[in-house]
């Protein structure tokens, strides 16, 4: 079966499990997930027996040879009254939208017409990779993992944040990457110890921590990954802090399994940080799911408590930050096995 119309089946099987008749899906992300046809503007209703996409005639053709197992239908007037109408037809009383992931306009409009909130059902699905998506994924982690070891001796000092942003895009994409899966934080000196620095022109400076967190885009999958290192000769703090967050990475990392609880992997790689004595600098969770966005279900940190899954995708984050002189932060994505985990990030 199609990976795409078995999706609409495992969804199928969810309605019912939840007492559900239908779901109304409008985010561009999940409509291509369950498709595999990844455009704006059109809609999807699926019922526990039949799918149905709301579509402009221009993009008729296209999305019938991409997806024959959903039934289209071109609107005469605007898609949110055609769903209106199949939805009486058809009898589908308990249908559901995701608040979440809905316009106030037309989350209004459903709840008006009696439409029941129901958020998770797609994530759901999205959270565990099968097949093909695995196989994007790795492609993805690969080129990003590559790129490193290409552009890496390239970056001398005089260099800008902005020219090596723009170096790591052109090699990625020039290894098949379609773009970059967000905007790559490339941070010298003490710009390294901001998680999220905005890229900027400054100039790398000799003897000072080059930071890269970057990913890039394979057939809609994103990659994310980053590499701290020390550009000249390293400082003695910059040795110790290093190995510190190398050695929570690695305890995170050999905590990461099916079954175990989101928050032990954070626990595992923040309860290193802490004993070394810097629990303070370590600022933002461990790690996110990923796939076709760059930030998925679920979260590693200390507030989401989830049973890790055999084929989620996450990232293993840890670092620490001293404001003024540099940061130091780890990551690979790696794949959830029933043993372990697989490191997709690997030249």
């Known amino acids: 079966m199609n990976i795409h119309a078995k ?44 799918a149905w996409a709301f579509v402009a005639k221009m993009l008729l053709d296209d999305f019938t040879a991409k997806a024959p197992f959903v039934e289209p239908i071109v609107p005469e007037g605007g898609m949110e009254e055609e769903v209106l109408a ?23 409009l459903w709840r008006r017409n009696g439409f029941v909130e129901k958020g998770g059902l797609v994530g759901a699905l999205r959270a565990v990779k099968e097949g093909e998506e695995i196989e994007n994924l790795r492609k993805s982690c690969r080129i990003a993992a590559r790129a490193f070891g290409i552009v890496k001796p390239r970056i001398k ?10 170096e790591l895009e052109d090699v990625m994409q020039s290894m098949g990457a379609k773009g970059p899966s967000f905007n790559l934080i490339v941070g010298f000196g003490p710009n390294s110890a901001l998680p999220h620095h905005v890229t900027s022109g400054r100039r790398l400076k ?44 690695k305890a995170g990392l050999a905590k990461v399994k099916a079954g175990v609880n989101s928050m032990a992997v954070d626990k595992a790689c923040r309860d290193v940080i802490s004993d070394a004595g810097y629990g303070q600098y ?6 996110h799911g990923l796939g076709l ?21 996450v990232t293993v984050e840890p670092g620490i930050y001293l404001q003024g002189k540099f940061g130091v932060r780890i990551e690979d994505s790696v794949l959830v096995t029933g043993d372990g985990c697989e490191i997709l990030t690997k030249r």
Request: aromatic share 10%; with cysteine.
């Open 157 to 166: 000092t005089g260099r800008t944040e902005l020219s090596v942003y723009r």
């Open 293 to 313: 966005e760059i930030h998925e279900f679920p979260r590693l940190n200390t507030r989401v408590s989830v049973a890790l899954r055999a084929g989620m995708t």
């Open 206 to 249: 000799n003897n000072e921590a080059v930071l890269l967190d970057y990913g890039c885009v394979y057939n809609n999958y994103c990659s994310d990954i980053t590499r701290t290192y020390f550009h000249g000769r390293p400082t003695e703090e910059f040795r110790k802090v290093y190995s510190i967050v190398a050695a929570s990475q």
């Open 282 to 287: 370590f600022i933002h969770g461990t790690g």
């Open 7 to 50: 999706r609409i089946k495992d969804l199928q099987r969810l309605l019912a499990k939840s007492g559900l008749d239908a779901l109304v899906v409008s985010r561009t992300v999940d409509i291509g997930f369950l498709t595999g046809y990844h455009m704006d503007d059109y809609l999807l209703l699926v019922s526990r027996k039949g």
């Open 86 to 108: 199949l939805r009486r037809k058809a009898g589908l009383k308990r249908t559901a939208f995701d608040p979440e992931n809905e316009t106030y306009n037309r989350g209004t």
